[in-house]
């Protein structure tokens, strides 16, 4: 903390900086002396602590707060008064009751401003910001904000009148993200941003009276057991109601905010936008975040994809696949970087592509969307955010998680669930709890380990069943899979053509092909020895009847016979596979 004075003829201006180095949120106490003038109390006794200037305040971590206030005192106490005191009154760690003091401010003479944590009562229990508010103009101030001595209020920031003409910020608090909650509220109220909070259990319940006694509105959830997509269209609702012109809603974890390119995301999707976080374009010659999208033929769409799209990552790579229509020139124009292939080489083609393109720039993070528009470019910060969280390889943005409100045709919900029981059955899971829910879509966020290894492997094919052979890729690899709800849109104009059946038919010849080529023991080795088993044993029986009656069972023991000999040849076909698979000379052959 740093203290200047500037003198004038009435007394002086002083200014207060106090900046945070904790790794967490603190509750502090600040007392500067200088506040009084230095004239003995009523009773005789000597000015103290509680006659200067006391300031409680919840400090974020890194958190740096100006205060400036004036004071009647002497010239002379600029050098002569004592140095400002400041202490922790304790580490915001989730105590229930910090909440009601945390953004207490106490000025001049220890008056108190407000109750922090004071809840407003209302038909709706309703729990308004719990901030200081300016009476006059009836509005909250940021959190940086605080009061004078004379009563009005000094702005650290230009922040707008009416915090209705200026986007919201929301935030749905869903686990230990105690002192990221409160960084987002203190910043962006600091820049005049409403803060809504809203939470998904009783732990994200405390963290958001913190945060609300930090400024922030707390929107308590409807009903119990709400998802995070759930409360977040909760949140986009209370900010259409209070008349703000957008939304601005985090990802899991409440990661730091890049205010600006978070607004002009908004700008391009609409009313609701995902934050972009702080550490997207950190470092200019490596790319944290990059986007990639395979394309062929997809002129109509691809331009507003990559302008959506390059809110969110650092680079934005186009995977031309070979078009015809000039998607390589839209793409380039709005603002991409594009590689062409010559030729039409498949959705796997492109896969590999922008696997060996992200791999050579050394991206952190890799996250794949359709050309279409069908996938929403706003939920990259969730994916990537999950990815870091959950430590995983591989995130899929899945159709099939309770958060997911995607609307998927009756036909197609159909196919996917037989390829999705099929994949699964491949890969040995076979306890639902263990399941891949969403194995064929498209949308997924790689890390670093999964790019190199998925850039390097000549298994993943070039037609649709790449999707299938990066599922296979993470399941040799022992790669963790975690799936992030998303929803996928069905009713764009320029949606992907391709014959349903065809797809279909494609998946299952890869699995079938995995089924039985990578997997051979466990799908022709089963198999044949149930044939053989079963053949043996009916063709014996055959026999014994013959023997007792003097007649053999001619068709039944035939069948069986038959049955029997299938069964060896599966087996030995089990076995010659697992041998092309593990004898080192084909292994050199293949490499």
């Not at 105690?178 to 809203?198: C, I, K, W």
């Not at 119990?224 to 703000?244: D, F, K, N």
């Not at 959506?308 to 000039?326: C, F, M, N, Q």
């Not at 879509?441 to 850039?455: E, N, Q, V």
């Amino acid at each position: 903390m740093t203290r200047t004075v500037e003198c004038t003829d009435d007394g002086a201006v002083v200014t207060l900086v106090i900046e945070s180095a904790r790794d967490e949120a603190v509750l502090v106490r600040v007392v500067d002396p200088l506040g009084t003038d230095g004239t003995p109390r009523t009773d005789g006794s000597s000015p103290t602590d509680a006659d200067g200037l006391l300031i409680r305040r919840l400090l974020a971590p890194g958190e740096r707060v100006t205060a400036t206030y004036e004071c009647a005192v002497d010239r002379a106490a600029e050098t002569d008064a004592a140095p400002p005191r400041i202490e922790v009154i304790e580490s915001v760690t989730g105590a229930a009751e910090s909440a009601t003091d945390a953004g207490e401010l106490v000025a001049g003479a220890g008056e108190s401003v407000t109750d922090a944590g004071e809840s407003v009562a209302g038909a709706a229990a309703e729990r308004v910001s719990a901030g200081p508010t300016d009476h006059a103009s009836g509005r909250e101030p940021p959190a940086g904000a605080l009061r004078t001595d004379g009563g009005e209020l000094d702005y650290e920031d230009d922040a707008p009148a009416d915090p209705t003409a200026v986007p919201a910020v929301g935030v749905v608090i869903t686990g230990d993200d105690h002192a990221a909650v409160v960084r987002t509220v203190s910043r962006a109220r600091e820049r005049g941003h409403q803060v809504y909070l809203t939470y998904v259990d009783e732990a994200g319940e405390v963290t958001a009276d913190v945060g609300g006694a930090a400024g922030a509105v707390v929107v308590d959830p409807p009903r119990t057991g709400m998802t995070p997509v759930e409360l977040r269209a909760e949140l986009v609702e209370r900010a259409q109601e209070e008349g703000h012109p957008g939304i601005l809603v985090q990802p899991v974890g409440a990661p730091p905010i890049d205010f600006d390119r978070s607004l002009d995301a908004l700008e391009k999707t609409g009313y609701a936008a995902t934050t972009v976080p702080a550490t997207l374009g950190q470092d200019p010659d490596t790319p944290h975040v990059i986007v990639a999208i395979p394309a062929f033929n997809a002129v109509g769409t691809i331009a507003d994809v990559v302008d959506r799209a390059s809110a969110y990552a650092d680079l934005v790579l186009v995977v031309d696949d070979g078009s015809e229509d000039g998607t390589g020139e839209a793409a380039r124009e709005a603002g991409a970087t594009v590689v062409e292939h010559r030729r039409n080489r498949g959705y796997g083609g492109a896969l590999k592509t922008a696997f060996r393109e992200a791999d050579r720039l050394g991206a952190d993070h890799l996250v794949v969307l359709d050309a279409d528009g069908q996938h929403d470019p706003t939920d990259v910060p969730r994916l990537v955010e999950a990815q870091k969280q959950s430590g995983a390889e591989i995130v899929v943005g899945s159709r099939y998680m309770p958060e997911s409100r995607t609307e998927l045709p009756m036909v197609r919900r159909i196919g996917l669930g037989v390829i999705n029981g099929l994949t699964n059955l491949s890969l040995g899971r076979l306890r639902p709890s263990r399941f891949i829910r969403d194995t064929q879509s498209g949308f997924r966020a790689y890390d670093r380990d999964a790019i190199a290894s998925l850039a390097s492997d000549p298994d993943i094919g070039d037609r649709m069943g790449a999707s299938t052979d990066i599922i296979y890729h993470a399941h040799r690899e022992r790669y963790r899979v975690t799936e992030v709800g998303t929803t996928i849109r069905y009713d764009v104009e320029h949606s992907s053509t391709l014959n349903p059946f065809v797809h279909g038919y494609d998946l299952v010849r890869n699995i079938a092909h995995t089924l039985t080529v990578v997997h051979p023991f466990k799908t022709l080795g089963a198999a044949g020895s149930v044939l053989t088993s079963v053949g043996i044993g009916v063709a014996l029986e055959g026999f014994a009847l013959g023997i007792q009656q003097g007649q053999v069972p001619f068709v039944k023991t035939y069948a069986a016979t038959l049955m029997a000999l299938l069964g060896l040849v599966l087996v030995f076909l089990a076995v010659d596979y697992h041998t092309i698979q593990v004898h080192p000379y084909y292994r050199r052959r293949q490499e």
